[in-house]
């Protein structure tokens, strides 16, 4: 088995700071994502990477950046944090884009912004 | 609009009923995917259903699929406290590369 992991768990900053959360997966998958958590609005996509040093856009990505150095690796930035802002970033792997495969899930990093 | 649709938002029930999910989704799928999300956890796949499959079991879950009226249920019987947890039903939008969660159900199992 593998696991997710995603730090730092809990990250707390103020508007308009610059903030990075990283994941790190020993599936050897090909496929990462991240995904924004909010409540009642299910999970919505920011990024994903199907290889090393590839970077795809999702529904959610304007106001992040992320970075695919590593294949185990995908870290995701917060350009300028706002205010009031809470939410639960979610770190998956996927051997294949998903389609018809398993996303695994990181416990996730939840943000709060004062 | 969302591409994929639990019809409920939230349910209750005693330990040992059984209970059901309810999904629907607007896009022509190879796959539905239902997924568990535990307090404090990330979301867990329970089972992937192929569009040629009507049905599909993994212990206490089974999970159907309808592609004529674009729907799945996932079904739970003997449900145990420790199935709370948020349900989440997820499709493949192949226009976008991407899978597409529902906004998820809440199931609270109650002693």
């Known amino acids: 088995g593998g696991i997710i992991t995603q730090t730092p768990k809990f990250l707390i900053g103020q508007e308009g700071q610059k903030l990075t959360l990283k994941c790190q997966q020993n599936?050897?998958?090909?496929?990462m994502y991240w995904y924004r958590q909010d409540s009642g609005k299910g999970l919505r996509l920011i990024y994903y990477?199907?290889?090393?040093?590839?970077?795809q856009k999702g529904d959610l990505s304007e106001g992040y950046d992320a970075s695919r150095e590593k294949k185990s690796s995908f870290s995701l930035t917060v350009t300028s944090a706002q205010k009031n802002e809470m939410a639960v970033f979610l770190c998956?792997?996927?051997?294949?884009?998903?389609?018809?495969?398993?996303?695994?899930f990181g416990e996730g990093s939840k943000l709060t912004v004062l | 609009s969302q591409l994929a649709e639990e019809n409920l938002w939230a349910l209750s029930v005693h330990e040992g009923e059984s209970v059901t999910v309810n999904c629907s989704y607007k896009?022509?799928?190879?796959?539905l995917q239902w997924y568990r999300q535990k307090s404090g956890e990330g979301p867990a796949q329970l089972i992937l259903?192929?569009?040629?499959?009507r049905e599909k079991r993994n212990g206490r879950l089974r999970a159907t699929l309808d592609t004529s009226s674009q729907s799945s249920s996932l079904s739970i019987t003997a449900t145990r406290c420790e199935d709370t947890a948020v349900y989440f039903c997820?499709?493949?939008?192949?226009?976008?590369?991407?899978?597409?969660f529902g906004k998820g159900t809440v199931l609270l199992v109650s002693p």
């Open positions: 599936f050897n998958h090909d496929t």
């Open positions: 990477s199907i290889t090393e040093n590839d970077l």
């Open positions: 998956a792997s996927s051997m294949d884009r998903g389609n018809t495969g398993q996303l695994y």
């Open positions: 259903i192929r569009s040629n499959e």
């Open positions: 896009t022509s799928i190879t796959a």
């Open positions: 997820a499709v493949y939008d192949s226009g976008y590369n991407k899978l597409t």
